[in-house]
Structures are given as C-alpha cells and as structure tokens.
C-alpha cells in the first residue's frame, strides 16, 4: 500500500536502461528500492546517450510506474568519440590524422567539464517543465558526468529544492584518466572552480567509499559549504542473486573470471606476467589454467591479454555482457579476479564489483595495493592479495590455486548485510529524509 506522505525526488543519471555499465546499476537499484522508503523518483536521463555499451537485463528491473524522462543531448555519438581517439600509425604523418588530434583537443578544451555538457541545455528545459507541473522535495544527482552536477546547481538555484550530489568517483581523481579528458593545467583549474561551485550549492554529498567521503569533507571545508557528507557503498541486490545457478567445473582446471572494464585503474598486466612466467617455467600448468575476461577493454588492455595467445594459457574474451549473464560468469568462476592498478588516489577506490563478488563467496584473487579495497576485501572475503609490483608472487599463488582447488566461501548470514541495495536504499532515503525537512 502507497503511503500518504510520500515524497517525490528528481532522480538524475544521464546514463540509465537501455544503457548498461557498472554506474548504471546503482540509479537502477535506487530507483527500485526507493518506493519502500517513501520517495517516489522521477528519472531524468538522456534520450540518446554516447555511451558504449546497453544492457536489456537492466531494462527488466524497470518500475513501470516510475516516471522516466528522456532529453535529448547534442553531444556526438561514442563512435565518433572514439575515432577522434583512434589517431593511427604515429610514425608516420597524416594530415587526417593530425586534424583528428585538433578537434579532439579543441573538444576536449571547450567541453568541460566533460563532453556530457552538451546534454545539460535540453535537460534542464525538461526538467524546468516538470517541477513547475509536478513539485518536488528533492533534487538527486548521480556522476559521472561531472557536467551533471552542474544540471543539479542550476536546478536548486532556479527552484530553491534541496540537493544531493552522488560522486561515484572523484571528480579531480576521474579527470586524470577517463576518456576523452583534457589532462592539461588549465582544464584542471577549471574543473577544480566548478566543483567548487557544485559544493557550495549541495545539501548533501555522497560518495562510494569512506576514503572518498573524507576527501570530499576536506574540499568541503576548503570551498566553504555547509553540506553534509556521506558514505554509500555500491553493493548488490539479493534479488540477482536468487535464481542463479552455477555448475562444477572439472576437477583439474582453474577457472579465473575477470568481469568489467580493463584500462588504466584495472591494468591486467601483473597478472599477465604472472602468467607469461607460469607459462615458460611450467607449460602443463599453465594449459589448466582458464582465463575468462568480459567486459570492455582499451587497445592498450587488449595488446596485454593477446601476449597470452602464445602461452597454453586458455583466454576467453568477451565483450560487456548484460548484468545477468555477467553475474552467471562470476558465478561459474574458481577464482575471482579483482585488480585495481597502483595510482595516486587508487587507495580511496573500491571497485563496484566487489561487492556483487563477495556476495557470490568465491575466493578473490585481487590484485591491488593498500587502502579501501584491500580493508574490504581481508575483512570479509576470502582473499589472495598481492600489490601489482608482485608478479612473481601472483605465479606462484596461481600454483598453489592449481594444487589445492579453492572452495566456496562461508561467511555468516549478516556479514555483508552493510552491501546489500536495499539497505543502501534506505541510508540515502535517512539523507534526503534529514535534507527536505
């Protein structure tokens, strides 16, 4: 039964179903989960996003009465982005080539702080006809885009409703290694104004790990703001889980899944070493060994994995598979490979995955340094973790993994009660609950 004081939130993610991805998933699962907390969202998301990937499963878990906005954005289309980025041969001169590398500089110096701007002009008509129909209590902001947040600041200065900013990353710390980023002092400087700006107008802010969170206090205090701060982890949603079904694998394989994107924060390279010298100190091993890797993956990343192809080591490449089939793959795993590269800043990272890795009690065999993750992952994981310098280590731990087949993890039934979706559900509905007051 629908509750009398139900409140409305303006729920923006420029990326939502159709389109797929990690990021996507955590509006997806707020949206589902909100209405049994009181707040009934409204999804304002780009009609045509330049994303990369799309994801049905997602579309399924849709609430039909939740209403979803689409407006158009007038950026180019992903395809377009990624040709200005695929500039050829570099040894030799093209003209085509070298006016590719000016647009995309002169794109990436105009746009910001991301080429998502562009959406921000149609979104905001949009979403400046719904509030003057239909009022509001809140407006909720999830990025990246970073542009977004900027939406979100126009969106309370015109209508004076409270705001709350989710950064899903750090937005300085994201600036230095996406796509289609300008890396340059300038764009940097003017990036650091408008998250000053985005701070200053915000009720409350939200970020995916405590690391982040204390972080964003810090720039808060820096900027003056008076937001909150508050840390909600990404996580997983028991529904997912329930009808998966898992099969043995043969008793004298291992079996390593890797699900999600390979680039810069999740170089595979310390455990392709790792391999490589498995391989040639022992090639009968090394033959037992599947790896299976879904998800996107730069041209950098790929040239990595394709050094396996001349070792007996079994690679399996998939391109992003929908949520569902990802979760069956992690589901049919031995081990499950966790990597996040040795960055500045990389320590306040917690990749999202983790937590839908924990969820399914495989060991982890996770690649990363100290911080965040590495808390996480020794307080409620069975884990194999070396640092990324470590390659050695990895081949020999690969060894032992062959020798003694991990088995599943046990853990107690509330142990990671803290990830599920619909508990972080109802810490964001306490944040808007304390902000709309």
């Known amino acids: 039964m629908m509750n009398l004081v139900e409140r409305r939130m303006l729920l923006i993610s420029y990326a939502y179903p159709p389109t797929g991805g990690g990021g996507v998933q955590r509006s997806v699962k707020f949206a589902k989960y909100l209405p049994h907390y009181h ?3 409204t999804v304002l998301t780009a009609a045509d996003p330049s994303v990369p990937v799309r994801d049905n499963d997602l579309s399924m878990e849709l609430d039909p009465q939740t209403t979803v906005l689409r407006a158009r954005t007038l950026e180019p ?11 050829g041969d570099p040894s030799s ?8 590398q000016c647009v995309r500089k002169a794109g990436m110096s105009l746009l910001q702080p991301d080429p998502q701007i562009l959406w921000n002009p149609c979104a905001a008509r949009l979403a400046t006809q719904t509030l003057r129909q239909i009022p509001h209590d809140v407006v909720y902001v999830t990025g990246p885009p970073f542009s977004s947040f900027l939406l979100g600041r126009t969106l309370k200065l015109r209508f004076g409703l409270p705001l709350v900013l989710d950064f899903r990353d750090e937005w300085l710390l994201s600036s230095q290694h996406f796509e289609n980023h300008q890396r340059s002092g300038i764009a940097y400087r003017q990036q650091r104004r408008m998250l000053g700006k985005v701070l200053r107008a915000a009720d409350a802010v939200v970020a995916t790990t405590q690391a982040s969170a204390d972080e964003l206090a810090r720039q808060i205090q820096e900027t003056g703001s008076r937001a909150s701060v508050h840390c909600i982890y990404n996580g997983f949603d028991e529904d997912d889980l329930t009808a998966l079904r898992c099969e043995s694998n043969p008793p004298d394989r291992l079996r390593i899944v890797y699900t999600g994107t390979l680039w810069k924060l999740t170089d595979i ?9 498995l391989a040639a100190a022992n090639p009968d091993s090394a033959a037992r060994i599947d790896l299976i890797i879904a998800g996107r993956r730069t041209p950098h990343q790929d040239a990595l994995v394709a050094k396996l192809d001349a070792t007996a080591v079994n690679v399996q490449r998939h391109n992003y598979l929908p949520h569902g089939k990802s979760l069956e793959l992690a ?3 031995d081990v499950l490979l966790l990597l996040l590269a040795d960055e500045p800043g990389a320590e306040r990272v917690v990749p999202a995955k983790l937590f839908e890795y924990l969820a399914l009690r495989k060991p982890i065999l996770a690649i990363c340094g100290d911080g965040e993750t590495a808390s996480l992952i020794e307080q409620h994981g069975h884990t194999y973790r070396f640092s ?3 390659p ?3 081949a020999a731990c690969l060894s032992t993994l062959l020798a003694e087949r991990p088995c599943r993890v046990t853990c107690g039934a509330d142990d990671l ?9 109802s810490q964001l509905a306490e944040v808007m609950d304390a902000v709309s007051r």
């Open 93 to 100: 001169f093209s003209f085509k080539r070298w006016m590719k």
């Open 331 to 333: 589901g049919s795993a």
């Open 417 to 425: 009660g803290p990830f599920s979706r619909r508990r972080q559900t």
């Open 269 to 277: 390279s310390p455990v392709v070493d790792a391999l490589v010298r």
């Open 77 to 87: 289309s992903y395809r377009t982005k990624q040709k200005l980025i695929a500039t």
């Open 39 to 41: 707040w009934r969202p």
């Open 388 to 390: 990324p310098g470590q």
């Open 392 to 394: 050695d280590r990895i």
